[in-house]
T-cell receptor, first 113, second 114 residues
């Protein structure tokens, strides 16, 4: 079955720096890749997603890139702020997955002021 | 629109008991998925319901079951609770049951089994 690996597991950056989180997936049929942010004690919240017909998507300070050939996708956060501190999860799915998002293990991002 | 809601938010049970958790999806969403979140295993898919039918199931024992009602609200049940069932149980709703539909999560139910 599908497997999603996420690196690094922890990431510490200074405020204003950029942060990059990388994920690889195993099922070449996967075509939907969301990213969720989960603050302590809160629900996972979708921050950005990408579908396989595009290679890059941006939303203000957040961007996601997808390399279908290499089966990996990355989250880029620029100009990090302390409120970006959270656990970030990548996930992969495909049309027929019927609700089954396969998640990476998560990256704990700490942004130091 | 109101977001996904889950009740109760916290539960404490003892081994051998059973528990029922409830999830109300975003209005108009017809698919509800359930996930178990633990520090060791992360987020793992339990099952998905659409039009009152279980359409997909993860790799969990039969003690984990669920159902969906005609108004799309869903419940999950865990029977004969084990210590290892302690976890945050999250439900997520989406418009349809395509794997590429965006899923929106509820706040979760924190289950502690003593």
């Amino acid at each position: 079955g599908e497997n999603v690996e996420q690196h690094p597991s922890t990431l510490s950056v200074q405020e204003g720096d950029s942060a990059v989180i990388k994920c690889t997936y195993s099922d070449s049929a996967s075509n939907y890749f969301p990213w969720y942010k989960q603050e302590l004690g809160k629900r996972p919240q979708l921050i950005i997603d990408i579908r396989s017909n595009v290679g890059e998507k941006k939303d203000q300070r957040i961007a996601v890139t997808l390399n279908k050939t290499a089966k990996h996708f990355s989250l880029h956060i620029t100009e990090t702020q302390p409120e970006d501190s959270a656990v970030y999860f990548c996930a992969a799915s495909k049309e027929r997955s019927q609700g089954n998002l396969i998640f990476g293990k998560g990256t704990k991002l700490s942004v130091k002021p | 629109k109101a977001g996904v809601t889950q009740t109760p938010r916290y539960l404490i049970k003892t081994r051998g008991q059973q528990v029922t958790l409830s999830c109300s999806p975003i209005s108009g969403h017809r698919s509800v998925s359930w996930y178990q979140q633990t520090p060791g295993q992360g987020l793992q898919f339990l099952f998905e319901y659409f039009s009152e039918t279980q359409r997909n199931k993860g790799n969990f024992p039969g003690r984990f079951s669920g159902r969906q009602f005609s108004n799309s609200r869903s419940e999950m049940n865990v029977s004969t609770l084990e210590l290892g069932d302690s976890a945050l149980y999250l439900c997520a709703s989406s418009l349809e049951d395509r794997g590429t539909d965006t899923q929106y999560f509820g706040p979760g139910t924190r289950l502690t089994v003593l």
